[in-house]
């Protein structure tokens, strides 16, 4: 298991800076879940989210409400 990270307060709109970075992922204020933010689409509308063990990775669209914070570790 990873050690526990601190969240930050940064909401980058650039997605592409967040690629290698572990995040959080919100819609509506809340925490979904975390991961490592895997690629980016050069205009930042999409993300490619992967997850620790067996939970693969999703595809994140920013028009779907999405908002990503990095996490420190």
Known sequence: MPPP??????????????????VELRHEGRIVRTGEVEDATADS????LKFDGNHGRQL?????GYEIRRMGR
């Not at 601190?6 to 967040?18: F, I, K, Y």
């Not at 994140?60 to 779907?64: G, H, I, M, T, Y």
């Open 5 to 22: 990270m601190e969240q930050t307060d940064e909401a980058p709109d650039d997605w592409q800076l967040l690629i290698g970075s572990w």
């Open 45 to 48: 509308s999409v993300l490619w």
């Open 60 to 64: 994140v669209a920013k028009a779907d």
